[in-house]
Nanobody, 114 residues
Framework: QVRVVESGGGLVQAGGSLRLSCAASGLIFRIYAMGWYRQAPGKQRELVAT???????KYADSVKGRFTISRDNAKNTVYLQMNSLKPEDTAVYYC????????WGQGTQVTVSS
């Protein structure tokens, strides 16, 4: 069984920065991809950034140039560095890990005040 735990959310003023972390543990043979989605109140969950084991990285257009995804494969951990945060970035951020199935974390709240 795989466990995924996020950390690093919080309250920040517009223009500020936060760094999210997500660690996967348990029975892990191979991770195909790790990444982040977010869900704002009243909206659908949307992709923020994803990183595949082949080195491919994809960002949502809304975060390009402001967010950076990175991985520490030895620790089965993925990070999301978020800079120049905007109020519209406010959401619950969910980490996912793609093994033979996809496992989600519990989510971490990010609130950006104007």
């Amino acid at each position: 069984q795989v466990r995924v735990v996020e950390s690093g959310g919080g309250l920040v003023q517009a223009g500020g920065s936060l760094r999210l972390s997500c660690a996967a543990s348990g029975l892990i043979f191979r991770i195909y991809a790790m990444g982040w989605y977010r869900q704002a109140p009243g909206k659908q969950r949307e992709l923020v950034a994803t990183s595949t084991s082949g080195g491919s990285i994809k960002y949502a257009d809304s975060v390009k140039g402001r967010f950076t995804i990175s991985r520490d494969n030895a620790k089965n951990t993925v990070y999301l560095q978020m800079n120049s945060l905007k109020p519209e970035d406010t959401a619950v951020y969910y980490c996912y890990v793609a093994l033979t199935t996809i496992t989600w974390g519990q989510g971490t709240q990010v609130t950006v005040s104007s």
